[in-house]
DNA sequence: AGCCTGACTCGGA
DNA sequence: CTCCGAGCCAGGC
């Protein structure tokens, strides 16, 4: 496990519940701009952990894909479930859930 | 070291 | 809206 690594983790669980943030946000926060491909990696190499990776979507609002179909769409319940909606495109207004991170 | 791949993003066409 | 190319970085071979 790297630092940077945790500086992504640390940067996710301060998303909020019913709010969404996007890879580049998160590298951002945790102090890695324009690491987004870094997050998607540290995120990947997740497994039971008290971060909330479903609630990183890409900056087009989409969940990222990553071989299982079946992942996107858990994810897309856990979302749904924390009150977020989607499109009819399968999209997250962002303008609307997107988390806003305090300085 | 080089080359390829990947939960990404951005600007341009 | 979609497709491309470039920039980014870590890992494995």
Redesign the pocket.
Known sequence: M?A?AQAIYAAVRRVPKGKVA????IARVAGLP????????A????ERSDVP??R?????GK?????EPM?VAQ?RAMLEREGVEFTA?G?IPLARYQWKAQA
């Open positions: 790297i940077k996007t890879y580049g946000q324009r690491r987004a491909r870094l997050v998607g990696y995120l990947a190499a997740l990776w479903h990183v979507v890409n900056a087009a969940i990222s894909e990553r071989g992942f994810q495109s999209r």
